[in-house]
């Protein structure tokens, strides 16, 4: 059986994995001339935002604490 959480991780899975297999294709075809970051960028990117989001969760929670 199939629940909404598992398909929202297979969506999520889905957005991130399919244009990273792309952007390998095509570099490794040489249609495209980007550097590998860049091809890896749908893999980072939004590990990039969940770290800036985490780390923004942590200073907010220490200040509040603080007080």
Do not use: Q
């Amino acid at each position: 059986m199939n629940t909404n959480k598992d398909n929202s991780d297979d969506i999520a899975t889905g957005l991130v994995l399919v244009p990273t297999i792309i952007f390998i294709a095509l570099k490794i075809s040489k249609t495209i001339y980007w550097s590998w970051i860049w091809v890896f960028s749908p893999v980072w990117i939004p590990l990039a935002f969940f770290g800036f989001f985490v780390m923004v969760g942590l200073i907010f929670e220490y200040i509040t604490r603080r007080k």
